[in-house]
C-alpha cells in the first residue's frame, strides 16, 4: 500500500495552531511524500475511505487493526465532531446516530469470534470499511441528517425565544464544560440549557459594545449563518470528518488533513508563502483584516488598514479584470482561498471601511508576492539588569514553533537560532534565556539540531517507531555538530503549552544538566512522534503518531512532561490543559538512560559547567520571595483560585463584566507597533522572573554572593 522511503523522516509535531494566513504555496511539502496507489488529482470520495483508513492503521504504533472497540471510538469521536458542546443532539439522537453508524458492530463481533484464523478474522476487520463503500456511505448521510434536522429545528427555536420578550438574566448560571455534562434526556431539557446558552451568547455581544436589541440580532444572524452553512457541506466534508474522527479514535494526536487543512500546515512548517500579506477573521458574516504582515502587498500598498472589511474580491486573469464576487455571509476559508495565489498575479479587493463613525466602500488591486512569516520565526532581544549589584546583559531568544523547510537550503529553526547565538556572543551576554513558553511542537531533526547547540556532541532522543507496518527496532537520533554555539549559562523557559519537540529540547538539557528550567510545574506532555504521509494531489495527507520518543534520562514525557526546576505561577496551570486529559491519549513508557559523554567539555574555548544543583534550592526561594511579591502573578493565583472554585460555571453578570474587559484589552493591542508588541513581550511576567533566575545562576558562577533570604522578613519586590 505504501512506498518505503528509506530517508525518512519523522515530525514530532504538537498542539501547534494555524490562522488564515493569505497566500499560497508554490513548493513542494514539507511533509515526507510518501504515496498511495491510488490515482492522482482526485477528490476525496467513498472509495478513498477503505484505503487511507487502512494507510493509519499501517504505520500506527500501536494499532494495526479494524476492531469493534475502534468502531465505537471513531462513532464517539464523529457525533463529538457534529456536536462538540452539546448543544443540539438530545440523548435520543445522539443513540439514533450511535446506532446507524454502529449497527454492524454486533455481526463483526460475532464474525470475529467465529473465525477460525488471523486471515480470516483480517478478512473481517477489512469488511468492516468494505461495508461502507457498497453502501455507498449513506450511514454517514443517513447519521449526519439527523443532526442536521436537530439544528434545523433548534435555529427556530432560537429565533422564536429571542424575538418574543427575551430579557437579559445577568444571575444565570451555566456549565460550559461538555465533558461533565450529559446530553439533554429530552428536547424539552436540551432546549432549557440552550436558553441558558442564549443568555451566555447575548452577554458575550453587550460585552462588545452592542445594545440588547443589535446583540439578540447579531445572535440570530450567527445561527442563520451556521445553518446556511451546513446546509453547504459537500460529501467530501462529510468523508473529511469522518477520516479524522478515525484518526482521532487512535490517539489524540492522528489526525486526517484535507487539502485545505494541509496547505495551512505546509504554511506553518515553511513560514514562507506566496500572496498578499494579511491575515484574516471571521466576524459577524464579514471577513475583517487582523493584521498586515511586514514585507507583503497588503501593508506597502498603504491601501489596507486592519479592521476593514473584505466584502468583494475579483481575479484579474491575461491583463482582463473578472467581476468582483460578493464573499459576504462565506465561509472564512473560501474567501482565504479567492484572495490566496501565486507571485506576480493580481487580485482585487472591495473593502468596507468604517472609521470616526463613518463608512466608505473601496476597491483595492495588489500584486501578490512572496512573504516570510518573521513573526512567526526565531527572534532575539535583550534585556539588561543588576538585581544584586552586577549589571548583566541577557538574551532572550525566542522560538515559537520548530519549523522546518525540508527543499534544499530550505529555512531551518536551529540554523536560524545557531544564528542568534552568534550575535549574542557578539553582543558579550552574560546568559541566554531560551523561550519555548509558547512552542507547540514541530520538526523533530530540528530539536535534534538545536539541543546540540548547546553541548559537544551525544544521544538527544531515542524513538520507538513503526514503519511499513513492522515494530522497528529503537532508534537513537544524536547531534554530530562539534560546535557548542553557547557554553555560557541558560535557562529555558516552558508552559503547560510546551509540547513534543520542545519537551525534547527541554528535556535534553535538563538531562545533561546543562540548563535550568523555569515555568509552569510541566510541559504539556506529549510524548509522541507523527509522520504527515502525504496523499495525491486533491486528497490531503494523513498525520499518525508512529512513535514514541524517549530523552537522555531514559524518561518518557507522555504525561509527565517536563518538569521545572523553578516553578512560576501560569494560567495555564490547570488539569484542562496537558496531554493526561486528552481523549484516548496513549500509556507512557520508560527506557535505559542514553546520557553520551561525548556532550561535556570539562576545558578548553567550548568548556561548559553542569548546573550546580546545590544552588538549586538559593535560586528557587529568591524566585519564590519575588513571585510573591509581584502583583501580576499574584493576579494569576487569585484567578486560578476563582477559576478552581466555580470550575466551569458561568454567572452570566460576572461574564460580562469580564467579556467587556478583555474586549478592552484585545482592542488596545490591536494596533500595536512592533515595538510596541516587543516591548509587551520583554515585560511579561515569567520572562522577566526567568531572566531573574538567570542572573542569579550567572552571578553564583562569578562569585557574586547569593544570601538565603529570610522568608519571615517584609517581603518587597527585588528586581521587578
Known amino acids: 500500500m505504501f512506498k518505503r522511503n528509506p530517508k525518512m523522516k519523522f515530525q514530532a509535531l504538537g498542539i501547534l495552531s494555524f490562522v488564515f494566513v493569505i497566500g499560497l504555496l508554490s513548493v513542494e511539502s514539507h511533509a515526507q511524500r510518501r504515496n498511495f496507489s491510488f490515482v492522482s488529482k482526485v477528490g476525496l470520495s467513498c472509495k478513498h475511505l477503505n484505503v487511507i483508513a487502512q494507510g493509519f492503521l499501517h504505520q500506527h504504533i500501536q494499532y494495526d487493526e479494524f476492531d469493534p472497540e475502534l468502531a465505537e471510538r471513531t462513532t464517539e469521536q464523529y457525533i463529538k465532531k457534529l456536536d462538540p458542546f452539546k448543544l443540539y443532539l438530545t440523548k435520543a439522537d445522539y443513540n439514533k446516530i450511535k446506532n446507524i453508524l454502529s449497527r454492524d458492530s454486533e455481526s463483526i463481533k460475532n464474525a470475529l469470534k467465529s473465525a477460525k484464523s488471523k486471515t480470516a478474522k483480517a478478512a473481517v476487520e477489512r469488511g468492516l470499511f468494505g461495508k461502507i463503500k457498497r453502501k455507498e456511505c449513506s450511514d454517514l448521510t443517513s447519521a449526519r441528517k439527523v443532526y442536521e434536522d436537530r439544528v434545523n429545528e433548534r435555529v427556530k427555536f432560537v429565533k422564536s425565544y429571542l424575538k418574543k420578550g427575551f430579557k437579559l438574566d445577568k444571575k444565570t448560571k451555566i456549565n460550559l464544560d461538555p465533558d461533565v455534562r450529559d446530553y439533554g434526556k429530552s428536547v424539552a431539557e436540551s432546549r432549557n440549557y440552550h436558553k441558558k446558552y442564549l443568555q451566555f451568547q447575548v452577554s458575550n455581544n453587550m460585552a462588545a459594545g452592542e445594545s440588547l436589541e443589535k446583540a439578540k440580532e447579531s445572535v440570530i444572524k450567527k445561527y442563520d449563518r451556521a445553518l446556511k452553512r451546513i446546509g453547504e457541506v459537500s460529501q467530501e466534508d462529510i468523508f473529511s470528518n469522518y477520516l479524522d474522527s478515525f484518526a482521532r479514535a487512535l490517539d489524540p494526536h492522528s489526525s486526517y488533513f484535507s487539502k485545505d487543512v494541509l496547505e495551512d500546515f505546509e504554511i506553518s512548517m515553511r513560514l514562507e508563502l506566496e500572496g498578499i500579506g494579511a491575515t484574516l477573521s471571521s466576524e459577524d458574516g464579514f471577513t475583517v483584516v487582523e493584521q498586515l504582515i511586514s514585507g507583503g502587498a497588503a501593508k506597502k500598498s498603504g491601501l489596507i488598514k486592519s479592521q476593514d ?307 538549586l534550592p538559593i535560586i528557587k526561594q529568591r524566585s519564590k520571595l519575588r513571585v510573591a511579591a509581584s502583583e501580576k502573578f499574584t493576579e494569576i493565583l487569585d484567578d486560578l483560585k476563582k477559576s478552581e472554585k466555580r470550575g466551569r460555571i458561568v454567572t452570566i453578570g460576572e461574564s460580562l463584566s469580564e467579556q467587556k474587559e478583555k474586549k478592552a484589552e484585545i482592542d488596545k493591542k490591536k494596533n500595536f507597533s512592533k515595538e510596541e508588541k516587543l516591548a509587551e513581550y520583554l515585560n511579561r511576567e515569567d520572562i522577566q522572573e526567568a531572566a531573574l533566575v538567570l542572573i542569579d545562576m550567572i552571578d553564583h558562577q562569578g562569585q557574586v554572593p547569593l544570601k538565603l533570604a529570610d522568608e519571615n522578613k517584609k517581603k518587597k519586590k527585588v528586581g521587578m
Open 309 to 615: 472589511k473584505i466584502i468583494g474580491v475579483g481575479q484579474i486573469e491575461e491583463g482582463k479584470e473578472q467581476p468582483i464576487e460578493n464573499v459576504v455571509e462565506m465561509d472564512l476559508r473560501d474567501v482565504v482561498k479567492k484572495i490566496r495565489g501565486p507571485k506576480g498575479s493580481k487580485v482585487r479587493l472591495k473593502l468596507l471601511r468604517r472609521e470616526g463613525g463613518a463608512s466608505e466602500t473601496l476597491i483595492v488591486t495588489l500584486t501578490r508576492d512572496k512573504i516570510k512569516l518573521e513573526d512567526e520565526a526565531a527572534s532575539i532581544s535583550y534585556i539588561e539588569k543588576a538585581p544584586n549589584g552586577v549589571k548583566r546583559k541577557i538574551a532572550v531568544i525566542n522560538l515559537p514553533s520548530f519549523y522546518a523547510d525540508s527543499r534544499r537550503g530550505g529555512r531551518s529553526c536551529a540554523a536560524d537560532v545557531k544564528k542568534l547565538l552568534k550575535e549574542a556572543r557578539r553582543e558579550k551576554v552574560d546568559g541566554v534565556l531560551l523561550d519555548l513558553s509558547t512552542n507547540g511542537g514541530g520538526s523533530l531533526d530540528d530539536a535534534v539540531s538545536l539541543a546540540g547547540l548547546f553541548f559537544k556532541t551525544g544521544n538527544v532522543v531515542t524513538q520507538s517507531a513503526k514503519s511499513n507496518g513492522y515494530s522497528q527496532a529503537p532508534v537513537r537520533l544524536k547531534d554530530d555538530d562539534e560546535d557548542v554555539d553557547w557554553n555560557g549559562p541558560l535557562v529555558v523557559l516552558t508552559s503547560r503549552v510546551s509540547a513534543s519537540a520542545s519537551e525534547i529540547v527541554a528535556g535534553t538539557l535538563k538531562d545533561y544538566k546543562r540548563a535550568v528550567v523555569v515555568g509552569s510545574d510541566h510541559t504539556f506532555g506529549k510524548g509522541s512522534i507523527q509522520q504527515v504521509v502525504s496523499l495525491p494531489p486533491g486528497l490531503g495527507a494523513i498525520k499518525v503518531t508512529v512513535g514514541m520518543f524517549f530523552t537522555p534520562g531514559g524518561n518518557s514525557t507522555q504525561h509527565r512532561g517536563v518538569d521545572a526546576d523553578v516553578v512560576l505561577p501560569s494560567a495555564l496551570a490547570t488539569d484542562d490543559v496537558g496531554e493526561k486529559s486528552l481523549d484516548f491519549s496513549l500509556p507512557p513508557r520508560k527506557i535505559k538512560p542514553f546520557i553520551s559523554k561525548s556532550a561535556f567539555v570539562k576545558s578548553g574555548k567550548d568548556k561548559w559547567n553542569e548546573v550546580d544543583e546545590s544552588i
